[in-house]
């Protein structure tokens, strides 16, 4: 099993910037397909970044284009960490973000790629 803990939500102005944190425990999540997704009251979630281990060593991102060049998904293996760095906040962007981890390989961008889940973290975008 792996725990995941999303940290980092807030409330910020249009325009600004906030980093959300997904802690991983449970496993070493390494070489999982890691990635970010949102939702709003109503709507199904939404996939936003994705992080995928390749063979060759490296990783592939994969972004939605709703955020692509705002948003930016790294991680920190010694910490067992991902993280989601946005900029330019809108106030579209306001919802419940939520970190999940997939199988080594798994595509990034697939919903059903994710077995984990974290609990999310509310993030309000308002002037």
């Known amino acids: 099993q792996v725990q995941l803990v999303e940290s980092g939500g807030g409330l910020v102005q249009p325009g600004g910037s906030l980093r959300l944190s997904c802690a991983a425990s449970?496993?070493?999540?390494?070489?999982?397909?890691m990635g970010w997704f949102r939702q709003t009251p109503g709507l199904e979630r939404e996939f936003l970044a994705g992080l995928r281990w390749s063979s060759g060593g490296s990783y592939y991102a994969d972004y939605a284009d709703s955020v692509k060049g705002r948003f930016t998904i790294s991680r920190d293996n010694a910490k067992n960490t991902v993280y989601l760095q946005m900029n330019s906040l809108k106030p579209e962007d306001s919802a419940v973000y939520y970190c999940?981890?997939?199988?080594?390989?798994?595509?990034?961008?697939?919903?059903?790629?994710?077995?984990?889940w974290g609990r999310g973290t509310q993030v309000a975008v308002s002037s």
């Open positions: 449970g496993r070493t999540v390494s070489r999982y397909t």
């Open positions: 999940a981890a997939g199988e080594e390989g798994a595509a990034a961008t697939v919903f059903s790629s994710y077995t984990f």
